[in-house]
């Protein structure tokens, strides 16, 4: 079977994925917010799509007494409705393989890259939009409890969605199911190993191999011997009960965290944000920093031709994702940071050690805790460093750096109150539960490489 | 020492709280909202208080496509600061104790009730309504994280709050410590004899013992021997691993309904909402069902005088929440329900088997699952049977029946689609991250009596 992983390397996977990158052209157009087909301006400029559902560009307020006492206004991507983000999973002379797709999306960099095998809002599988029903949708509405390998509720971007979350699924199937074109098996080491590459692997792919956790799934079937240090390293601290602080006393920080501090927000008319201006075919800042809302209208011409208009949100500055890991007690700990975003269905949620912009915008001004550190870390201390794209289907070239950087022996074991070492078994029994775990902190989390 | 649980018996505890309760007078005077004082009537009926802090009546529109397409409005109870719960937890000869507070509130049935420690909101705390600062509250604000036993964020009524949620702490001390009037030292055990007793223990009190994992805390201690059959069978069930369902299945299906169903919550004018009337001293639904907003003048008249005013929440209904348990392959299990209710933050909680209102309300038509197998219960069955307290500082002579029944063997192992059996080991996994066990199934678990 030519379409399965084991018989193909990673850069045969990674070639194929580039010629269909050569094969299809992708057209974004700006447009006027106004010439979107199928979608409003409403009065106050916000924008929704004409079923009423899909999602809209809103204005919010925010205000919060983290650190201090704060209030702003923003857009943001309002979608409360839950997708599913699901991948299916089938063995292959006893090696899971999952069938991954190499998927077009308006704003990524280089128009395809690997995502689920499922990725579709509930507007998408209820036909909003029109169009096909999206394929293998039925294996996931279907599957069967002894199917299910994993089943989660996941948050999105908190600086840019209200409270949105997706349904994570892995389903394991054992009859033989169609692969259609785009399609393809692969082992979790090959989609691991891409991950080592820029812009290969979505956010969407990367969300929910975060969720796996290896050592419970695996660690009986694989050679430690083959491991690399490192790998042996995660397995440890996935397992191991000798974590610096307990799960109980990790809990008992959030619970004060979010009990000390408020996050409150409000809807309000979009035309009337702060420091925000609502022109005929953008949203943006006086100032430009952040990012902005764009209108336009995408074609894609592959096998055959499609077309539509929507919005995209565009980043003003490059980005960072970045933890730090340090041997502690023999035992590999990721230092965590509880960071409140405004779109947070939980005021705060675990984050890694560096999430920020990076570029001119701190100009002068301190940046946050460890930035210089990691950009400035040596090579010998960095585990992993590749750019990885943000959605396509809603970000528009929107990349971030992830690093993974291992701590110096000098390096200080005392964290500031919003900082905490966690070993990787406390990230997984968090993964476990929505909303504690960040989509940032979660792909960084699925870069991890055993071997 | 006299104020110790251990050199007093159950009945002192009750008579000392019946003397309390005889020599405070209460009065509970109900008035027009614009006589109250402090409080502001806006121009829309809704009711705030004039920090702008506390608490607010207001009005909402709910929209949920939950079991079928449907739409409601009703007033809520809206507080977003966090408050705490908490209760100071001391050893004497070996034993633990809890430091409980003989505590008036307006809306109790009978004045005072076994409280925690300390029960104080962030405006209590930040002393927006002028007045001292609590007893006891440095004990928690500065308590170092080995004394803390428990320390979560849990929710309260969903149908009366909009997301509100406490913090719910339980902080061991070393050191002696005042024992100011009004307050006891007493055992769990003593606080669990009270819960079997009608509106002895408040609901306060209640949910914070519910996150006490008894089998993890003292199995070691206790003499499994000198345990009821029941007692051990709890015990059994919290430590097994052989639930019918595995924690991942029950996660699994607790995801889909949370992504199969929408709630949307949205403010409206409170003078607007439908079906309801906003009077000069009451906020009513026309057809007088549910529950109905009154203004008042509490009057306490204890060593001291002290007088305010708040709106207050009456019920017209009497409710019923009931557990049905039964042993499966010799293991006890819960059966629980997911419960959609306005004011949850994650669309649904785990609540006990039945949570409704009783009386005329369903008049004619049926009534909800088990209803009337739980009202119709031998004797022989009944687990648990008492009269609890909602909060009496939001709700005024609210009580609700708790039950705990053993199902009879021909019971049916099969469940609708939104029910769940779940062992007590589950449940309390369940109980230590936010959200997930509603205020009903807590008070219900708290009542579970080991001896």
């Known amino acids: 079977m030519s379409s399965v992983g ?5 850069d045969s996977i990674a070639s194929w994925i580039e010629t269909r990158n050569r094969e299809v052209s992708v057209e974004v157009e700006r447009i006027p917010f106004r010439a979107m087909d199928k979608w409003e301006v409403m009065p106050d400029n916000s924008l929704r799509h004409s079923s009423g559902m899909f999602f809209s560009i809103e204005g919010i307020r925010v205000r919060t007494d ?5 209030e702003w206004e923003q857009p943001i991507i309002n979608q409360p409705e839950i997708g599913y983000l699901g991948i299916l999973a089938k063995e292959f002379d006893g090696v899971l393989h999952f069938l991954m797709q190499a998927k077009i999306e308006p704003g990524n960099v280089n128009n395809v890259q690997l995502s689920p ?43 840019r969605f209200l409270r949105k979350r997706n349904r994570n699924m892995i389903v394991k199937v054992d009859a033989d199911i169609p692969v259609y074109e785009d399609f393809r098996w692969m082992t979790l080491g090959q989609i691991k190993e891409l ?73 309000v008319p979009l035309n009337q944000i702060e420091e925000w201006e609502c022109k005929d075919d953008e949203i ?38 970045a933890f730090i890991v340090k041997k502690i007690g023999g035992i590999y700990h990721y230092l965590v940071q509880a960071k409140l975003e405004c779109g947070n269905r939980d005021v705060f949620e675990l984050a890694p050690t560096v999430q920020c912009l990076t570029g001119s915008i701190f100009n002068g001004a301190p940046r946050p805790p460890y930035t210089n550190y990691v950009l400035n870390a040596g090579k010998e201390q960095i585990i992993y460093d590749a750019l990885q794209s943000e959605e396509g289907g809603r970000f528009y070239h929107e990349q971030n750096r992830n690093m993974i950087v291992e701590a110096d022996e000098d390096f200080p074991l005392e964290l500031p109150p919003t900082y905490q070492w966690m070993t990787l078994g406390q ?20 870069a991890i490489k055993y071997k």
Chains 1, 2 share one sequence.
Not at 132 to 142: D, G, I, Q, V, W
Not at 427 to 446: D, G, K, P, V, W
């Open 6 to 10: 084991d018989h193909c390397s990673v």
């Open 66 to 70: 983290y650190p201090t006492p704060t």
């Open 117 to 159: 095998t499922l990725q579709a809002t509930k507007s998408n599988y209820t036909r909003v939009h029109g169009g096909k029903n999206a394929a293998y949708l039925e294996y996931f509405r279907n599957a069967k409890s002894e199917q299910i390998i994993l089943d989660q509720l996941q948050s999105e971007q908190g600086a």
């Open 195 to 267: 991950m080592q590459r820029d812009n290969c692997v979505n956010m969407d792919t990367r969300t929910v191999i975060a969720g796996i956790d290896f050592a419970e799934q695996s660690v009986s079937e694989v050679d430690m011997a083959e491991m690399s240090n490192f790998g042996r390293g995660m397995i440890e601290s996935a397992l191991t009960q000798k974590g610096v602080k307990s799960l109980r006393e990790v809990l008992s920080w959030l619970t004060s965290l979010k009990s000390r501090y408020d996050l409150i927000v409000e809807k």
């Open 284 to 321: 943006v800042r006086y100032d430009k920093k952040y990012f902005r809302v764009l209108g336009v209208r995408v074609h894609i011409d592959n096998r055959e031709v499609v077309s539509w208009c929507q919005p995209l949100v565009q980043p003003m500055q490059q980005g960072i994702c």
């Open 427 to 446: 990230i997984n029994e968090f993964m476990r539960y929505s909303n504690y775990i960040n989509i940032q902190a979660r792909s960084l989390i699925a």
